[in-house]
């Protein structure tokens, strides 16, 4: 093909450079500079798409990001493939394959056009009334039609595969954040720039410029200078200042609280495979915190809404301009201007300059601008005053348009004609793009002239300039813009004197002299009107009547029941005149009616892009210790603890997970084994108030712990439950070591220092996390001590010299150390506290010395086991934030005496010394084989009975013991600690329960004899 | 009320759908009503529904200060699911769970009730043990639940990720067959139309200023329209349930929060149930139009904007990157928030007050949405006989005295 709808000499694309890419599998001619559409159009195509519920026909309506419906799938590949491209927004590459999408088998021949035929009993919102099943069919309902109408909705389709490309998040901040190039927005980043702040210039497109580049180039100049030259300086300038960032291909999404601006920016979509550098991202995510914002976003054309003026061929009277000075296309052979509004006819006067034919102007209004008709008439355009489209003809493309007068009342007159066209320009007028001045909490306010809504009060520190702010001169523009870089400079605190403004010179038109018309009359009943008001979802000025009158009159109503702009576009273009229509119905003004909440993102922002760099290995840090590599070595098998990876078994080779479990616990309690406990939490705390503090946050006595010793306690939250445990040891009268679990060694540190810094700002304490300051290898079993005497020096292993509950200072090879005694298997055993970075050298000095003695290197998964064979607790698995000291029988931590401490006051309240609370007990399965599953529930007899079943508790841990060759488990069973003995029964899903027998929890006490 | 069916909606079509009845009346204030409930969100009309249709209260009225359906019920994620961990509250949300069944046929009014199933995901052995436990609890109580491994998992939700080199890989999950999602709109303007019919007067557009009491008991209330007589008072002002209880020195244990969600652009069916994670933070669905529904946790600064900071949402996408690395190109289409009440066991607030004649109902959290019926229907009964219900028992604001917690934490669909 030729590009037939080319223009010689227009247009700002390369010409020199000529790309392809392929529509529907026909290969498709363009160049670069080029988007998907107007290369299309270049082409004579102008329908790409179907719309969402009636499966109509979709065309090239707007220019650029304002399109409705014009929407295609990029790619084949299933990693790689994007549904829902708006094909005026896509640059075109070689290599570049789009296709039509939610139409079957293919984009002129879709079935889904029966809807369409059937589409008078599909108005908005009649799936409300009806597949809801019947008295006679109840099988008739939502489940049965579910599937059919999910598989006829939806657009494009998603990828199958992951995403293979990669995503970044930047922080940034700036004094002046510009949003959009055009002239107000280049103006103002100038003028801020000039005062040396730091400003960031965001321009949506691939070109600086904004409206300029859609102008007639000979019809404008500024201070003398042709548009294009005028850009030219601006970026010149702009380049001169190195605080200047300007970012094009990059979209301002989200207006946030506190000027915090999301920006979005295209890296290389828009490059061929081979120009794509693979050290960047493909989209990248600038979070920027701006101190003033300037929003220059400029205006958005609304179309008219008429009958039949979906059909592909009607598009935005600016879009055809853009089209034609932008990208040397002129869309239609012969073009039909349709308006309410002086701007649509630069178009008709833009064609004309390029050589194409007008059909005319078809204008609503009765009163003309004398000058512009004057220069219709010299350019011999036919001139349609007071009148209306009424009806448009063309399958896949208009031929044709049906013209009637209108009578004073604004009522169809008299008989329909009809004037052959390819093309119908159309312009409704111009909302100021507010979308990010009321994302940011601004306030609207109506402008009568505009017939729209305009920044009023503002809510965050911005302001707005240009066609956003409703102002449509471009010498006004270029005021309104410098103005707002200069305030915007100041009002960050820098000083920057105003200059001479470059004087405008234009022969375009720049009056409006709008008069609304929200819906043009057709002379045709309502239902066999067909007005859209939203191309994309399929809403009709009917469907916009019927939902006011069956009373869903509030504006979110309305726009619920009847989907409108709720598509991609968000109603861009079409949600003012949906104000209107519905303003109408009601009788009332459009600002009484309101507007509906312009939402975050002002456009579709990728899933991938927000997630940034924090995805697959980078989710989340993944934490090891310093002995992380040694485990890796032994290819121990891991869990996931928090944000730690903790090493879990140390299978040999051909070894069973359980097997290894299994031997790993036998080892450290017949001969010895270590443990890495590194991931503890460890806090430190001084301060001369350090002892009251802790009297306050655990619950037993602090006041005497001397220094040297170690002591275990619980804390719990403020409704009496325990929340965490462990052991803290006292350094000196006002230093302590605190350890916490591993888990909530976060938590833990965030509610003390909660706790000082709000409730008791008067103790003189302080904390420091030191968990990866220390690592800390545990060495237990009845070789411990032989071992840990032949690494540390300085310390004198006799018990009577270390106690247990006890710690001391040594050295290791000159290193020095910290040793508690403490154990949470039972067994003796020392948890040596190393500076981190020696933890490995420790850790292998330990598994050397320990080779003769058998020390083995056990997991958590071991560790578990050991510590519920002598009945020790987990906090988080044998509690649930349900359960107090006393439901775990642990009273003897609960200081009766002290002072107040977290959670007290919650202990005595009467459903907390209930008598018939679950408690934790041991309990052995009378099959000793047999290892009930973690989480069972436990019965009262021996058959389950039909639910609800009455539940006496749960399993919290169990396990098969090594040590005692039989299964043990814990359990939080109702008045646990009186049913001593008792025998109660596991659930089993498929299985008949399992008994058990009641026994005291210390497996290595004992429990396991009386129960035998 | 004219009846909704296939074949009205010919009739209508065929004459131009210019004989709809209105969906609700638009009445002006009465100068007294035998109980006022404050708040036209799904649970307060649900609440007026079963009051009229059950109790025979059809004096009354649903007063609201915007539209109805505005607050949270027009902004959640309408995920439907009964599998919690305690009696008390597998008792709630599974008389909810019954009562959705059917409602769009009693309603006559298509709520898009899709018990496609509800998966909730488990990450690492403790999730597991937690997870396990409640499938049994479910069962025991006559919940549906089951246990999937990571397999299976795979195979009732081929488009989710479980390779195990993911930094939190999939272990395995449970599946509520008969959870899903429903059209909360639908809902919303289901109940207010049926309980209008009933005679309720739904008055929007009308705040509610002030309570008034006499000597203890409610009198009456206040409103940007005028003063209305009542002597029954019902609060289901979610968002804002502190707020009203203070209105007559009524200190509740509620944090209000701001809790967003998302949608993306629609596209064909790809994901077939409701997949939720509290280790990978997110839960997901896909709406009948096509879009990825897409929620996770709160915003953690207390207020009453409705709306909330980017971080939430990029971490959010982060994680549903972890679980669907192929949803990584598609694009956020609308992101929104909500506020939540939040009571410290992350249980609801269904009772009696200090006042009499006024009742709250409210701190349903992140996870109201499901209770909707059920909410209503034993609030109702509450209302009407001045007593809880079994059901509503437990949530009496007195638990917060006496400890009776109903401690939910684990069962929400994400920590908070």
Request: charged content about 20%; some cysteine; overall charge neutral.
């Amino acid at each position: 093909m030729s590009q037939p709808y080319r223009i010689p000499g227009r247009g700002l694309i390369n010409r020199d450079r000529s790309v392809s890419f392929t529509f529907d599998g026909r290969e498709i001619p363009g160049y670069e500079g080029d988007t998907i559409a107007s290369a299309l159009l270049a082409n004579g195509e102008i329908m790409v798409g179907r719309s969402f519920k009636y499966h109509r026909p979709r065309g090239i309506v707007g220019a650029g990001g304002d399109d409705p419906a014009a929407m295609v799938q990029i790619g084949s590949d299933p990693a790689s493939t994007d549904p829902n491209v708006m094909v005026t927004t896509r640059e075109i590459h070689a290599g570049l394959e789009a296709r039509s999408q939610n139409c079957w088998p293919s984009l002129k021949h879709d079935v889904g056009v029966l809807n369409d035929v059937f589409m008078r009993f599909f108005p908005a919102g009649f799936y409300y009334k009806t597949f809801m099943g019947s008295d006679r069919f109840r099988w008739l309902n939502w489940m049965t039609f579910e599937p059919f109408i999910r598989r006829a909705a939806g657009l494009g389709k998603s990828p199958t595969k992951p995403d293979p490309d990669s995503y970044e998040s930047v922080n940034r901040h700036c004094d002046v954040l510009v949003i959009g190039a055009g002239p107000a927005g280049l103006a103002a980043a100038a003028n801020a720039a000039r005062s040396g702040a730091r400003v960031i210039l965001v321009e949506e497109t691939d070109r600086l410029g904004g409206s300029l580049n859609a102008t007639d180039p000979d019809g404008t100049t500024i201070g003398g200078k042709a548009p294009a030259d005028w850009i030219a300086d601006q970026t010149a300038k702009l380049a001169e200042h190195p605080e200047v960032t300007v970012l094009t291909q990059t979209t301002a999404f989200g207006y946030y609280a506190m000027n915090f601006v999301g920006l979005i920016e295209r890296v290389k979509d828009h490059l061929p495979e081979h120009r794509r550098d693979r050290r960047q991202p493909r989209q990248r995510v600038w979070r920027v915190r701006a101190k003033q914002v300037v929003l220059a976003t400029g205006a958005i054309e609304r179309p008219l809404v008429f009958n039949e003026n979906d059909r592909p061929g009607i598009m935005l009277a600016g879009a055809v301009r853009t089209f034609l000075n932008r990208y040397g296309v002129l869309a239609g052979k012969r073009v039909l201007i349709f308006t309410n509004n002086d701007s649509a006819w630069q178009t008709a006067f833009d064609i004309r300059a390029a050589g194409g034919e007008v059909a005319g102007i078809v204008d609503l209004r009765r009163e003309l601008n004398e000058a512009m008709a004057l220069r219709a008439l010299k350019a011999g355009i036919a001139v349609y005053p007071r009148t209306a489209i009424v009806g448009t003809h063309g399958r896949h493309r208009i031929d044709s348009a049906f013209v009637s007068s209108l009578d004073d009342n604004g009522n169809v007159r008299g008989s329909r004609s009809r004037i052959e066209c390819d093309l119908i320009a159309v312009s409704g007028g111009w909302n100021p793009n507010v979308a990010l001045f009321a994302q940011s909490r601004g306030k609207l306010k109506w402008d009568e002239e505009l017939a729209s809504f305009r920044p009023g009060l503002s809510w965050q520190q911005e302001r707005s300039a240009g066609a956003c702010n409703g102002t449509l001169e471009l010498q006004e523009v270029l005021a309104e813009g410098s103005k707002a870089g200069l305030e915007a400079a100041r009002a960050a605190d820098f000083t920057v004197r105003a200059i001479r403004q470059p004087e405008v010179r234009t022969d375009a038109v720049e009056t409006l002299n709008l008069v609304p018309v929200w819906q043009v009359p057709s002379g045709l009943p309502r239902e066999k009107t067909k007005a859209f008001v939203d191309l994309q979802d399929d809403v009709k000025a009917s469907d916009l009547q019927l939902a006011t009158e069956e009373g869903y009159d509030s504006v979110e109503h309305t726009k619920r029941y009847t989907t409108q702009g709720m598509g991609t576009d968000q109603g861009k273009i079409s949600n003012v005149n949906a104000f209107g229509i519905m303003a109408e119905a009601r009788g009332i003004t459009v600002p009484e009616v309101g507007t509906t909440t312009f939402r975050q993102p002002y456009r579709p922002v990728t899933i991938g892009a927000l997630g940034g760099q924090h995805v697959g290995a980078h989710f989340m840090p993944r934490r090891g210790t310093p002995m992380h590599a040694w485990h890796l070595e032994q290819k121990a098998i891991f869990e996931p603890v928090g944000d730690w990876l903790r090493a879990r078994a140390y299978p040999k080779p051909g070894e069973s997970f359980h097997d290894a479990v299994q031997r790993e616990a036998k080892a450290a309690r017949t001969t010895a084994g270590i443990l890495d406990a590194t991931t503890l939490g460890k806090i430190d705390i001084r301060g001369k108030d350090a002892r009251t503090f802790l009297n306050r946050v655990y619950t037993n006595a602090w006041s005497k712990l001397a220094p040297g010793r170690c002591r275990y306690g619980l804390m719990l939250g403020e409704d009496g439950m325990v929340s965490d445990d462990g052991v803290t040891a006292c350094i000196a009268d006002d230093h302590f070591h605190m350890t916490t679990t591993t888990g909530g060694a976060a938590s833990v540190l965030q509610k003390l220092e909660d706790y000082l810094q709000t409730e008791w700002p008067d103790l003189d304490v302080w904390l420091t996390t030191v968990t990866e300051q220390w690592a800390v290898a545990a060495v237990c079993g009845p070789k411990a001590e032989e071992i840990v005497a032949s690494v540390v020096e300085g310390i004198d292993l006799d018990p009577e010299e270390f106690p247990f509950m006890t710690w001391q200072d040594g050295t290791v090879g000159g290193i020095p150390v910290r040793v508690f005694r403490v154990s949470f298997t039972g067994e003796t055993s020392y948890e040596i506290n190393i500076p981190a970075t020696y933890g490995r050298w420790l850790w292998e000095e330990l598994i050397a010395a320990g080779k003769p003695h058998g020390l083995t290197p056990y997991g958590t998964e071991a560790m578990h086991l050991l510590r519920a064979e002598k009945g020790f607790i987990i906090v988080g698995q044998e509690t649930d934030g349900t359960v107090t000291p006393g439901d775990l029988r642990m009273d003897w931590a609960v200081a009766k005496k002290k002072g107040d401490f977290i959670g007290k006051r919650s202990l005595s309240r009467s459903d907390t010394v209930r008598d018939d609370r679950k408690q934790l007990v041991g309990l052995l399965t009378v099959d000793g084989d047999h290892v009930p599953m973690e989480g069972a529930q436990i019965i009262g007899t021996p058959e389950e009975p039909a639910p609800p079943v009455p539940m006496l508790g749960h399993v919290t841990s169990a396990y098969f013991s090594p040590n005692l060759g039989r299964s043990i488990a814990m359990a939080m069973v109702k008045r646990g600690g009186q049913r001593m003995g008792e025998t109660v029964w596991i659930a089993r899903l498929g299985d008949k329960p399992v008994p058990a027998k009641i026994v005291h929890y210390d497996f290595l006490g004992d429990a396991v004899g009386e129960a035998a | 009320m004219k009846r909704y069916s296939a074949l009205e909606l010919i009739r209508q079509g065929l004459g131009g759908h210019r004989g709809w009845d209105r969906v609700w009346r638009k009445p002006e204030p009465k100068p007294s009503y035998d109980a006022v409930i404050i708040g036209g969100g799904g649970h307060g009309l649900a609440t007026a529904y079963y009051l009229a249709k059950l109790h025979g209260m059809t004096n009354i009225a649903v007063v609201e200060k915007g539209w109805i359906g505005g607050g949270n019920s027009g902004r959640n994620t309408t995920i439907i699911r009964s599998n919690y961990l305690f009696d008390e509250s597998a008792a709630i949300y599974n008389h909810a769970l019954n009562l959705w069944n059917g409602l769009g046929q009693e309603l006559n009014f298509n709520i898009m009730m899709s018990h496609r199933g509800v998966l909730n995901l488990a990450h690492d052995e403790g999730e597991m043990r937690q997870l396990k436990r409640r499938v049994e609890a479910n069962r025991l109580n006559g919940v549906d639940s089951e246990w999937l491994d990571a397999k299976e998992v795979k195979n009732f939700c081929p488009s989710i990720n479980i390779s195990g080199d993911i930094r939190y890989p999939v272990l395995g999950g449970t599946l509520q067959r008969s959870g899903g999602v429903n059209r909360h709109d639908g809902v919303v303007w289901g109940y207010a139309r049926a309980a209008d019919a009933l005679g309720v007067d739904i008055l929007q557009q009308t705040e509610v200023t002030g309570i008034l009491t006499e000597a203890g008991e409610v009198t009456g209330i206040e409103t940007t329209r005028g003063t209305i007589r009542t002597p029954k008072v019902a609060s289901v002002t979610a968002g804002h349930t502190s707020v009203m209880a203070s209105m007559l020195d009524i200190r509740l244990p509620v944090e209000s929060h701001p809790l967003q969600a998302l949608v993306s652009e629609p596209i064909k069916p790809i994901l077939n149930c409701v997949v939720m994670s509290n280790a990978v933070h997110v839960y997901c669905s896909q709406s009948d139009k096509g879009e990825l529904v897409i929620g996770a946790g709160i915003d953690a600064q207390l207020s009453y904007t409705q709306r909330g900071n980017l971080d939430i949402i990029e971490h959010q996408m982060a994680s549903l990157m972890e679980l669907f690395p192929i949803f990584s190109r598609l694009r956020m289409m609308r992101q929104w928030g909500g506020i939540v009440d939040v009571c410290p066991d992350a249980s609801p607030i269904i009772s009696k007050t200090p006042v009499k004649g006024f009742y709250v109902n409210g701190g349903w959290g992140t996870g109201g949405w499901k209770a909707t019926p059920g909410s209503g229907h034993v609030f109702a009964d509450l209302i009407a006989k001045d007593e809880p219900n079994r059901i509503a028992a437990p949530f009496a604001i007195d638990r917060f005295t006496t400890g009776a917690l109903v401690a939910e934490h684990g069962a929400a669909a994400v920590a908070h």
